[in-house]
């Protein structure tokens, strides 16, 4: 009886090393057929950027590679392969998301925190986290519990296409992009001048214009007086009728900031029977304050 015993031991281990290494080899041959491809092009796409960004997959060491849930059940854990770094790369590369200058770039780390597979049922889960870091090294943004499960009935070299393209649609690619671009400043750039293009920071800053008066219903015309020969002076040009507000580029050609203190811009306010009222602003402060505030007091014309 107690060779039977030992017997149905070593026959039982015997059965449980072989099942081991069944699995082991199973997970080393879907392990090495793994070709990690996004299945859906993103929806973002940056043109405006300053700074580069380089992209760094980060893989995460499983405690075991295989875990046993049942008899016939396993799981297998792919998070420490690198099989994600060349579809992460062009992922985000097709955002326009690309590296500039190693000086200045920022620095994207992408961490695979799980990539598991259910053997028997196919079912698998990917979960990502982010990490921005600034040109410094410091940590501007992060996000986690980039979570997407899903069962196509496939094992192939695909079984992580869906679950993975999912996971990365759920990074916040606007918000790292808005870490990306630097708000170019009128005095950062004294010398370009207003072609109507729309490539110069003067072109691009947005001036608030607020013009009251009393009583409403004047009309308010604007014109510019300019003592550089770069910036033509211009007769009166009709704005619209009090009370007046919006927000709109400065875009006086020939304009730079350098010679915007010699450039002044004057506000004219008429009414029928009301005596006419102009004001006059410094182009340089208007850059400056990002702002046109006026408020016209107009007296009868007796």
């Known amino acids: 009886m107690a060779l039977a015993v030992v017997s149905v031991f070593v026959f039982s281990r015997c059965n449980a090393e072989k099942q081991a290494a069944r699995q082991q080899s199973w997970y080393e041959q879907w392990g090495n057929s793994i070709k990690v491809k996004t299945v859906r092009e993103p929806q973002q796409k940056f043109h405006d950027l300053n700074r580069g960004l380089e992209v760094l997959v980060s893989p995460t060491q499983p ?9 016939h059940e396993y799981i ?3 998070s420490g ?4 770094n060349l ?5 985000v590369r097709s955002m326009g998301l690309t590296e500039m200058s190693p000086n200045t770039d920022y620095k994207l780390y992408i961490t695979i925190n799980c990539a598991d597979v259910n053997s028997f049922t196919g079912d698998r889960w990917v979960d990502l986290s982010v990490r921005l870091m600034d040109n410094n090294g410091g940590e501007v943004f992060s996000q986690r519990g980039l979570y997407s499960a899903g069962n196509n009935g496939l094992f192939n070299s695909k079984m992580f296409n869906e679950c993975y393209t999912q996971a990365l649609e759920q990074i916040n690619w606007n918000r790292i992009a808005s870490f990306l671009r630097t708000e170019q400043l009128p005095k950062d750039e004294p010398q370009n001048q207003v072609q109507w293009l729309g490539n110069t920071a003067l072109e691009l800053t947005i001036i608030r214009w607020d013009i009251q008066s009393r009583p409403q219903g004047a009309d308010i015309f604007w ?3 300019s003592k550089t020969p770069e910036v033509k002076s211009t007769n009166n040009k009709y704005l619209m009728t009090t009370p007046y507000e ?7 050609k020939g304009l730079t900031y350098q010679t915007s203190s010699n450039v002044r811009i004057i506000l004219r306010c008429e009414k029928d029977g009301y005596m006419s ?3 006059e602003f410094d182009v340089r402060m208007v850059l400056d304050q990002e702002e046109i505030s006026a408020f016209f007091r107009l007296v009868k014309d007796e």
């Open 81 to 84: 392969k690198n099989f994600f």
């Open 63 to 71: 405690k075991e590679e295989i875990t046993q849930q049942t008899k």
């Open 223 to 225: 014109r510019v007086v």
């Open 87 to 91: 579809a992460t790369i062009s992922y």
């Open 277 to 279: 009222q102009e004001k």
């Open 76 to 78: 297998y854990h792919y």
């Open 246 to 252: 919006a927000t709109k580029a400065l875009d006086i």
